[in-house]
Structure formats: C-alpha cells, structure tokens
C-alpha cells in the first residue's frame, strides 16, 4: 500500500520484486490516472474504496457506490476491495454494524463491477481485527469474527472473487501461534488470523493489509500502540519475508498486500512506523522481500 508512485516507491517496490500496488480511494475520486500510472510503472492495481458511512445504509446510495466502482472496473483496475473495515464505527454508522447490513452492498458492487470489467478481482471490505466488543457486537462495532459470521450466513462469499483480511498486531514471527506476551487471542498471530478471516467462507484471502509496526527511527510509540514498542526494523523485514512465505504454502491465499511502502505520518497513528521505507530512507524489508521470491 502506498501513498502514491513517487520515485523511491517505485524503487522499494522493485527492490521487494512487488507485483501489485494499493491505493485507497473514496468515491468521487478520480481513479483512472492511478490505475493508468500503476500499468505503465508495470504494476497491477487494487483500489480499496470507501464511500460516505452517513448514505451507506441507504438503498440508492448504494447505486452510487455500484456505478462508481464499475467504472474503475472498465478503466481497468484489477481488483477492488469494497469498503474497509466495516465492522467499527469509524467507517461504517454506529448502531448499524452487522455483517448482514455490509452484504447488499457489497453484492450490487461485485454485480456491478463483474459487468464492466469480469477480469477485476472483487474482494471483500476486509475487517478490523478486534475482540474490543463485549458480547461480540455493540453500537460502535461488532468484533471481526462475529461480523464474519454475519457475512458468512447473509451470503457474502456470493459477491466476491476472495476474502479482505487484515494483519496488523503482530510482535512474534508469523511462524508462530503461541507465545505473545498480551496473551493467545488469535488475532495476534498469522496463522490464527488467517484461518479466523476464512472462517464460514469456500473462498481464498486477500490479505489486504499486513504490516508489522516498529518505532524504530521514530521514537517512542503511542500509548495505544505500546505493545509494539520492543518490534525493531530487523525483525519487520525479517517477519514480512517468513509471512510472504507462509502465505504462499498455505495455498489458502490469493494476494497479499504489505501495509505500507511510503506512509510518513508519526502521531496519534504511528502509520510511519508500519513503512518498510524507513525514517533513514532505507529498506531492509525491501530485500528481505525479494530473496523469498
């Protein structure tokens, strides 16, 4: 995932032996030029597409929706992910979330972009991984594998080409499923993850994001990112590289997207900390990534 194809992502992307790149886009944003610039730089391009979580429970705006992924689909992006993490109030209106309220949606999408384009991947919204919610489900969100399970029984894995999963709270190697110190909720380990994402669906995963977080270069993390603060920059490229791998001999996984390449902002969200193009300009994962290739 990038912020945009600037020289040194293109070289980071190379140096990995990338072969796709991912953009988040909102609707009424103009698309066709990223897909262009990412085909000519000699990329294949998955566009996640968020609309306006205030319009989303409303039938005809789901026609909106529809009518601008398509047409991201007939300019050639070969794969979008509909909508992103839908299972928290921050993306999707409180009061509202349940995997059975995401899936019309998300049908009309994949209808609508299999008309324009077949060849486009359709993957769905893949969701935050969480136990926060007591219960499984409350007004500001439902945990990822309830949500799943609402997906599941409403029919999702009719809409969709593979499974949009997240990874991004890893601090062991993706070899292991035991052994984190916050305890063996399985969103913490890959391979629990990964399994958790699938669960109820005949289909592979896309991993749309996975990353692991190191302050390293940057200072100390926030308060509600500490459980990285001991990750280093080694041990990033290292487990980018052991995931890569993993992924691959599961045979349960489709394409994996590293989040991110290029990120620059440190704050409230230690996005920066999650880049393989690190505070100093270098990439160790970079080659990490293309010696298992």
Not at 190 to 195: A, V
Not at 197 to 202: C, D, E, H, P, S
Not at 232 to 260: D, H, Y
Request: proline share 6%.
């Amino acid at each position: 995932q990038v912020v945009g194809l600037y020289p040194g992502t293109r070289e980071a992307l190379n140096a990995a032996k990338m072969k796709w790149v991912k953009m988040q886009l909102r609707v009424g944003e103009n698309g066709s030029g990223l897909i262009a610039e990412a085909h000519g730089s000699g990329f294949k391009i998955l566009l996640s597409v968020l609309g306006d979580k205030g319009q989303v429970m409303n039938p005809a705006y789901h026609d909106v929706y529809a009518n601008y992924v398509a047409g991201l689909a007939s300019s050639g992006a070969d794969a979008i992910e509909v909508w992103n993490e839908a299972n928290i109030d921050r993306e999707w209106p409180a009061g509202q979330i349940n995997g059975a309220n995401y899936v019309p949606l998300l049908a009309k999408a994949y209808n609508a972009i299999k008309t324009a384009n077949p060849n486009t991947i359709v993957i769905t919204g893949a969701p935050a991984p969480t136990g926060f919610f007591a219960g499984g489900c409350a007004d500001g969100g439902c945990n990822d594998d309830v949500f799943i399970s609402q997906m599941v029984a409403a029919g999702a894995g009719n809409y969709a080409d593979c499974i949009g999963i997240h990874y991004n709270e890893g601090i062991v190697p993706p070899t292991q499923s035991s052994g984190d110190p916050r305890g063996s909720y399985p969103t913490y380990f890959f391979s629990t993850m990964l399994s958790r994402g699938l669960a109820g669906f005949n289909k592979p995963a896309c991993i749309t994001e996975i990353g692991y977080l190191s302050p390293e270069g940057y200072g100390p993390l926030p308060a509600g990112f500490a459980w990285a603060a001991n990750t280093s920059v080694q041990e990033q490229a290292s487990w980018l590289a052991q995931a890569a791998v993993q992924a691959a001999n599961s045979g349960r996984v489709r394409l994996m997207i590293v989040f991110n390449v290029d990120f620059t902002h440190y704050g409230a969200d230690p996005q920066a900390g999650f880049a393989i193009i690190r505070a100093d300009g270098s990439c160790p994962a970079c080659s990490a990534l293309a010696a298992v290739q």
